[in-house]
């Protein structure tokens, strides 16, 4: 059954720490992407990568970092240096950049 | 600067009637859009879309309609229910660019 796991669900940290948001995909997609959503911004873009060992700053990346070693993974690190952390993070892969994107259901990032 | 907007936050609407939601662009160059559907604390699932060569496209109670020398696209959920309610989201893709969204609006389907 093919599809996208991000991991977890929730994950409480404390300010100053970085944290590692996981996104595994088994749709044999090439391109990848992470999403940010806050109330009221709708999904705005931190990265995405078109394909391995190559990435592209979104929108948003400031305090943000991410590595595609593998076609299957794209994790999403969240450094210290983001000042406003605390949201929902959306992993999505698609075929090609421009197709329709799919998405997992999400890690609500809490940090205090 | 906001490519694509939807204006209306919100939106509540009695079962069995009419929703309408609505999508304004500003990149002429967008020749194809999308409407994804999210839930709380799930990611979006993908809907609908419509090829800028079409005016309308229709799957079963969800129909999109285009107009390109507005730059507006509505999408219509005809009957409304229940279920129905969630944010939806417009998005349209730039050249090899990622999608880009609206802020999205969350319809409320009142039994």
């Known amino acids: 059954d093919g599809g996208i796991t991000q991991s977890p669900k929730y994950l409480f940290r404390k300010e100053g720490q970085n944290v590692t948001l996981s996104c595994e995909q088994n749709?044999?997609?090439?391109?990848m992407y992470w999403y940010r959503q806050d109330p009221g911004q709708g999904l705005r873009l931190i990265y995405y990568?078109?394909?391995?060992?190559?990435?592209q700053k979104g929108d948003i990346a400031e305090g943000y970092s991410v590595s595609r070693e593998k076609k299957e993974s794209f994790p999403l690190t969240v450094t210290s240096a983001q000042k406003n952390p605390t949201a929902f993070y959306l992993c999505?892969?698609?075929?090609?950049?421009?197709?329709?994107?799919?998405f997992g259901n999400g890690t609500r990032l809490t940090v205090t | 600067d906001q490519q694509v907007k939807q204006n209306s936050p919100s939106l509540s609407v009695q079962e069995g009637r009419i929703s309408i939601l609505n999508c304004d662009y500003t990149n002429s160059m967008f020749d194809y859009f999308l409407w994804y559907k999210k839930y709380p604390a799930e990611g979006p699932t993908f809907l609908i879309s419509?090829?800028?060569?079409?005016d309308k496209n229709e799957d079963g109670r969800f129909t999109v309609f285009l107009n390109k020398s507005a730059k507006h696209l509505s999408l219509h959920i005809v009957p409304s229910q229940p279920g129905d309610s969630a944010v939806y989201f417009c998005a349209a893709p730039s050249g090899n660019t990622p999608l880009v969204f609206g802020k999205g609006t969350r319809l409320s389907v009142i039994a």
């Open positions: 419509i090829s800028s060569i079409k």
């Open positions: 999505a892969s698609s075929p090609q950049t421009n197709s329709p994107l799919h």
């Open positions: 990568s078109q394909i391995v060992n190559d990435f």
């Open positions: 749709l044999n997609h090439d391109a």
